[in-house]
C-alpha cells in the first residue's frame, strides 16, 4: 500500500516541481503585452488557412500563450500584400505569419516589392507538406508510365490542374514536362480543394495535390495516387512509389512554418519560438501531420534560416527554368 | 425509408439539451453578428472557430451553422433599416427594403424578409435532406465552362435592374468590372491596376467595401440632403394587428418565394457560386416574371422576398459541396471546412458514410435553427423599428460609426476604410447625376467570377469560345442567358410595333 501511494504521489509531485518550474520561465521572460497579429499568407480556408486556425486553436485550448493570437487574412498577390505588411511591420513583437512556398516565389518574381525574406525572423517550421501526382480512377491508369503514355498522345489538350501561376503546383508540372518529354496544358484554379474537385469531376486530367486536398476523394476511390514527389514512399499511400525509385531524381515540399516581422526582439523570438515548439508536440497537431502524410522534423533559428536560403535557391533556379524570372 | 431512420436520429441528436442551447444561443448571436454592417457570417464564423474546440464536433458544427443561418436572417435587418447590406448576401434586400422602410412599412418588410428567410430555409433543407448525394454529383459536373454560363445567366437576369437610361447602365456595369479587376489576377499571377505599389490594392476591392462607400456612406449623405433637416426620417410603427396584417398580405409574395428558394438552392449548391449571385438572381428573376416590375426598386414586397428566401436555401445548398465534395460553396463555407479538419473529420465523399451522426446531427438542427431564427427575429423586430425611430442626428452618427468599423473589421487595413469614404462620395454624386447604383454592384460581386471561369475554359478549350456552347450542361444555361439577354430588344421592337399599329 505504502508502495502503491508513493509511486501514486511521484508523478504528481514531478509535475509539480516541474509547472513551478516552467512557470519561474515564463515569468522571467518575455509576453506579448497585447493580442497577437497572426498574419495568414493565404486566403480563408484554403490548407494555409486550416492549418493556421489549428495552431491558433491548440494555443488557445492548452492555453500556451497569455494573450490571444489573432488570425488575419492577406491573401492579395501570392501573398506579397502579407510580406509587404511584415516588411512594414519590421521591430514589431507583436507580428507573426503562417507562410508556404509563396514566400520564397513571390519576392522574386516582384522585386518591385522590395522584400527579403532572409530578414524575417525564423520561429519554426511546423511541417512540410508533400506533393503526389493524381489522376482519376476512370482514366485506367494505373502508373506513370500509362500516365506518360497518355499524356504524350493527347499533346497539349491533356490539362493539369493547379493552384496559381509560379507557384508549387506549375512548378512541378514543369518538372514533369521536361523529364518526361509532355506538353501537359497547365490550368490555374483558385485553391486546392477546387484543384481537387476539377480532377474528381474530370474536368482536369490530372493533378499535383497535396494529401489533404484529395483526401477526401482517395478514399471514395475516385482518384489514384500514381507517385510522390517525396524521398521515401508515404505511409499512407503505399502503393505509389516515389519518382526517386523511377529514376527521376525530384524531391518536392511545401514549408508551413511561422515568421516573425524582420528585426523582432531577441526575447520575443525565444518566446514564440517556445509557444509553437510545444503546439509542434501536442498530440492534435502531431495527429494532424500523421493524418495528413505532413512530415518534417521542428526547425527553428540558424537551422531554418539555412533551410530558406537552401529552398530559396532551388526556386530561383525552377523560375528561371520557366522563364517567369 | 432509410432517409427518415436517419432524420428522426438526427433529431434525437438535434434536440439534447446542449446541442439545442448551443442552436438558440448561435441563432441569437448570428442575428446580431448579420445585421451589424461588414460584420457577415464568414467574420461570426470565423472568430468563434476556435471556441468549438470545447464541444464536441457535432456540437461545434451545430453551433457554427446556426450563427450561419442566424446572420443570413440578420443580413436583411440593416438592409431594410440602415440602408446598408450587412453581408453581401442581403445586398439585394436594400433595393426594395429600404423603400419600403422610409414609407413606414418597416414592419412589414422585417416580417417578410423573416417568413422568406424561413420558407427559404425549409424548403432548402428538405430538398438537402432528399436528394444530398445526387446533387453532389451535380455540383461535380460544373467546371469552368458551366460556372461561366451561370454567371453569364446571373448578369442576364440583371438586364432588367438598371432602369430605362442604357448609356448609364452600362457606364455603372463597366465601372464596377474595372473595380473587379484590381488585385491579383490568378490565371498569370501578375498584381493588375494597383496604382503603382499601393499594396492595399493588392487583395483587390473588397465588394463589401463599395456596397458600404455607396449604400452606408452614399444613403447617409443622400438622406441628409433630401431631409432638409427634418430629424424624424421614417413613420415606422409596428403593432400587433399591423403584424397580424402583414402575415395576411404575405401570400401575394408566395411565388417569389418559392420561386427564391429553389433558384437559390441550386445556384447554392454550385462550387464558388454561393449565396450572393443566388440571391441577386432571384431579386432579378422576381423582377421579369412579375405582372408590374417598374414597381420594383420602389417598395416592393416581393423585391424583399425573393433574394431571402433565396440566400438562406444558398446558405443551406453551399453546405452540400462541403459536406460531400470538401470543397467550399461560400466563404463562410470555407471556414466550416477549417473547422472540420480542426474536429478530425474528412469532408468528402466517406463523410456520409462514415460520420452518420455528424452528419444527420447538422441537417436535424438546420430544420430547428431555422424555427428558432425565426421566432428570434420576430420578437426583435419592435426593438428594430425603436432604432428606425431615432432622430436622424443621433441615427447618422452611429451608421457612421458601423460603416467605418464594418469596412475595417475583415481586413484591418485602413486603405479599404479611405476606399469607403471615397466610394461615399462618389456614390452620392452619382446618385444626384441618375446613374444607377446596382449594376456596378452586380459588376463587382461577379465579375471576378465570372472573368476566373471564362479565361480557365479558354485555356482549356485553346482559345475557342464554342467550349460554352458545346457542352451538354454549358449550352442550355448559356442559351438561356442569350435569350434573356435578347428579351429587352424584343420588347422594344414589340412595343415599337405596336405604338406605331396604334397611331
Known sequence: MKTLCKTAVMPVVVAAMAAFAFSGVALAGWEPKKPVDFVIMAGKGGGADKMARLMQSVIEKHKLASKPFIPINKPGGSGAEALVHLKQKAGDDHTIMVTLNSFYTTPMRQPGLGVDVMTFTPIGRMAEDTFLLWVHKDSGIKNVQDFVKAAKSAGNKWIMAGTGKGQEDQLLTNFLNKAYGLDMKYVPFKGGGRVAKELAGKHANSTVNNPSEQLGFYEAGNTVPLAAFTPDRLPLFKDAPTFRELGKDFVYFMQRSVVGAPGMSKEAEDYYRDVFKKVFQTEEWQGYMKKKSLQGEFLTGGDLKAYWQREKDIHQKMLKDIGEI | ?503
Open chain 2, 1 to 503: 425509408m432509410e432517409i427518415l431512420d436517419h432524420l428522426i436520429q438526427g433529431f434525437a441528436i438535434a434536440f439534447q439539451p446542449l446541442n439545442l442551447g448551443l442552436v438558440i444561443f448561435g441563432c441569437a448571436l448570428g442575428l446580431f453578428i448579420g445585421a451589424m454592417p461588414g460584420l457577415g457570417s464568414v467574420n461570426g464564423v470565423a472568430i468563434l472557430l476556435p471556441m468549438t474546440f470545447l464541444v464536441p464536433p457535432t456540437g461545434a458544427i451545430i453551433f457554427l451553422a446556426a450563427i450561419y443561418y442566424g446572420a443570413m436572417y440578420g443580413g436583411a435587418i440593416s438592409s431594410i433599416m440602415l440602408g446598408i447590406p450587412g453581408a453581401s448576401t442581403a445586398v439585394a434586400t436594400t433595393f426594395d427594403g429600404r423603400p419600403m422602410a422610409m414609407q413606414g412599412l418597416a414592419d412589414k418588410a422585417l416580417i417578410t424578409a423573416a417568413t422568406a428567410s424561413f420558407i427559404g430555409g425549409t424548403i432548402s433543407v428538405i430538398l438537402f435532406t432528399l436528394f444530398a448525394p445526387p446533387l453532389a454529383a451535380v455540383a461535380l459536373a460544373f467546371g469552368a465552362a458551366e460556372e461561366f454560363a451561370l454567371m453569364m445567366l446571373a448578369f442576364a437576369t440583371f438586364i432588367g435592374l438598371g432602369g430605362d437610361d442604357i448609356p448609364k447602365t452600362l457606364f455603372s456595369i463597366f465601372i464596377g468590372l474595372v473595380f473587379s479587376a484590381v488585385g491579383l489576377d490568378i490565371i498569370s499571377g501578375q498584381p493588375r491596376l494597383i496604382f503603382g505599389d499601393i499594396s492595399g490594392f493588392l487583395h483587390g476591392i473588397n465588394f463589401l467595401v463599395l456596397a458600404i462607400g455607396i449604400y452606408g456612406i452614399g444613403e447617409m449623405l443622400w438622406t441628409i440632403e433630401s431631409s432638409k433637416g427634418d430629424v424624424q426620417i421614417s413613420q415606422a410603427t409596428v403593432t400587433v394587428r399591423r403584424i397580424i396584417n402583414d402575415l395576411r398580405t404575405l401570400k401575394d409574395t408566395f411565388k417569389s418565394i418559392v420561386m427564391g428558394s429553389f433558384l437559390g438552392y441550386f445556384v447554392g449548391i454550385l462550387p464558388a457560386a454561393g449565396a450572393t449571385p443566388g440571391s441577386l438572381m432571384a431579386y432579378g428573376v422576381a423582377k421579369t416574371i412579375s405582372k408590374n416590375p417598374e414597381s420594383f426598386g420602389k417598395g416592393n414586397p416581393e423585391g424583399v422576398a425573393a433574394p431571402e428566401s433565396a440566400n438562406n436555401a444558398a446558405s443551406t445548398g453551399s453546405m452540400l459541396p462541403m459536406l460531400t465534395l470538401g470543397i467550399p460553396g461560400s466563404p463562410t463555407t470555407a471556414i466550416l471546412l477549417g473547422g472540420m479538419v480542426i474536429w478530425g473529420l474528412e469532408p468528402g465523399p466517406m463523410l456520409f458514410i462514415e460520420h452518420q451522426e455528424f452528419v444527420w446531427g447538422l441537417i436535424a438542427s438546420l430544420y430547428a435553427a431555422n424555427l428558432f431564427s425565426l421566432l428570434i427575429n420576430v420578437a426583435f423586430i419592435p426593438a428594430f423599428i425603436w432604432v428606425l425611430r431615432l432622430p436622424f442626428t443621433v441615427l447618422a452618427p452611429i451608421i457612421f460609426v458601423l460603416c467605418i468599423v464594418g469596412g475595417y473589421a475583415p481586413t484591418q487595413d485602413m486603405h479599404d476604410v479611405w476606399l469607403i469614404l471615397i466610394f461615399g462620395v462618389v456614390g452620392y454624386l452619382m446618385r444626384k447625376l441618375e446613374y444607377p447604383l446596382a449594376p456596378a454592384v452586380l459588376a463587382i460581386v461577379l465579375g471576378p467570377l465570372a472573368e476566373t471561369s471564362m479565361r480557365q475554359a479558354l485555356l482549356i478549350s485553346n482559345g475557342s469560345f464554342m467550349i460554352f456552347f458545346e457542352r451538354p450542361i454549358s449550352g442550355p444555361i448559356m442559351a438561356a442567358a442569350m435569350v434573356l439577354f435578347l428579351l429587352p430588344i424584343f420588347k422594344l421592337v414589340k412595343d415599337k410595333f405596336r405604338s406605331r399599329e396604334a397611331t
